[in-house]
């Protein structure tokens, strides 16, 4: 077993701690500090704030394409920003942003970056916060959950394109739990953000203040929180449980860091599950967030009840003849996937999903700053047809397109894609963003 799989093995900067008990590890933290490093203490281990990852294995472990280079962002709002970069040869291009989801990485942009670099942009893919190399969080359970919110995530990455030199930014683009945060960015400065590409996670908009009620005007009925729906999914039979929900307990990091599957099988299962090669994903709208319509969701995001991810996922392992002819994930990148979360857990990937909902009271507080906003720079939005993504969120699709968004110019359904639309077709949607990055030039131009 290597380190990168041994729960008992942790690499802290340069130094691997083997077998130590956790009393032991606030014994090593205790010496670290008197070296100078700065360290937090958490409820289950100690946590390097600011490692030293030097000591790391090259970054994709040799399945990066060439020409896109890993480097460290020093001074990102509070950050050491670990990034994918490719067309950085040439100065003066214009920036391009790609924000990745959960369970992810920058690496999940790697077969986008060198298109989008070739039609002549200079294309930054980040570890955000909480995730992969990028360093400078508190991974504990028990951190302070504010620079997790959407806004300080807004300002991670201003921070990174001003950092880089970019006033503005030509495009970002987000998957998945990065949609929203560049949703967010292009809402809230499309002075820096000139335009937006939404995929898998649709952008609904931003909340709404009650208006005209002095004058007798209704009150907007509340929306169903996750705590209703998850108590309604509870009634069902068999019972269920929305994802959302469990991703904010404490157990799901260890659930899944520590599936009985291993972590390499967990991700395999779990990226096959949601991709279009598992037959069962046929999305469909649903007519209303009530429990009886998001049980027809698959269990990676209505789950079993009694079971933890690691156990919804294991039956969906997919067999050793399909693993080998797998061409969009092959298992040296399911491995880099594997290596990374295996080393930093998946609690800091996690955070997001305690305090960027809607429906967290201080999170809402902050949004309803812009309520009435849109986004009103170009957006196109993309995923697969095979994404449930898509309709998790009933009604969602159609808020963004009739309000959220005044400049929609083009929506995306890939034929041969399911949740990871870049990885599973890359090629369309590289032409996909080339285009609409052009036509935005060509627009500019003939104003």
């Known amino acids: 077993m290597s380190a990168w799989e041994n729960p008992d093995t942790r690499i802290m900067g340069s130094v691997v701690t083997e077998g130590v008990s956790r009393r032991g590890l606030f014994g090593v933290a205790s010496m670290f500090a008197a070296g100078g490093l700065v360290l937090t203490r958490t409820s289950a281990r100690a946590a390097i704030v600011r490692p030293d990852i030097a000591g790391l294995p090259p970054y994709g472990n040799g399945t990066v394409p060439a020409g896109i280079r890993s ?157 209703q729906l998850d108590a309604e999914l509870a009634k069902l039979d068999p019972p269920r449980k929305y994802y959302q929900n469990y991703n904010r307990t404490r157990d799901a990091n260890d659930d899944m860091l520590h599936a009985p599957q291993g972590l390499h099988n967990f991700f395999r299962a779990y990226y096959f599950y949601k991709s279009a090669d598992y037959e069962g994903n046929k999305p469909h709208p649903l007519k209303a967030r009530a429990a009886e319509e998001m049980a027809q969701i698959p269990h990676y995001y209505v789950m079993l009840k009694d079971r933890g991810m690691a156990e919804n996922i294991a039956p969906m392992m997919p067999s050793a003849s399909y693993i080998a002819k797998c061409k969009w994930l092959t298992e040296p990148e399911v491995d880099v996937y594997a290596g990374e979360y295996g080393r930093t857990g998946f609690t800091g990937a996690l955070q997001g999903y305690r305090v960027r909902r809607g429906s967290d009271p201080k999170s809402l507080a902050e949004l309803l700053t812009f309520s009435g906003n849109t986004i009103d720079v170009p957006s196109m939005y993309i995923a697969g047809k095979c994404d449930w993504g898509v309709y998790q969120t009933p009604g969602a699709v159609e808020k963004m397109q009739s309000t959220a968004c005044t400049r929609m110019v083009g929506f995306h359904l890939l034929d041969g894609a399911g949740h990871w639309v870049q990885q599973e077709q890359p090629e369309q949607v590289s032409a996909l963003l080339i285009a609409f990055l052009k036509s935005q030039v060509a627009t500019h131009t003939n104003q």
């Open 71 to 227: 480097r460290i962002i020093g001074n990102v709002n509070g950050l050491s920003m670990h990034v994918l970069e490719a067309g950085f040869e040439t100065p003066g291009r214009p920036l391009v942003l790609l924000l990745h989801g959960f369970p992810e990485l920058a690496y999940s942009w790697r077969k986008v970056m060198l298109p989008l670099a070739a039609a002549g942009y200079h294309v930054i893919a980040p570890d955000q916060r909480g995730f992969g190399r990028t360093t400078g969080w508190d991974d504990s359970y028990d951190a302070d959950p504010d620079p997790f919110r959407m806004l300080n995530m807004v300002r991670d990455v201003m921070a990174l394109a001003f950092a880089l030199g970019h006033r503005s930014v030509a495009m970002v683009a987000g998957h998945d739990a990065g949609s929203p945060v560049a949703s967010w960015a292009a809402l809230i400065r499309p002075d820096v953000f000139r335009s937006v590409a939404i995929m898998s996670s649709p952008f609904e908009g931003s909340p709404s203040l009650p208006f005209n009620t002095a004058n007798g005007a209704a009150a907007p009925t509340p929306a169903i929180t996750d705590d």
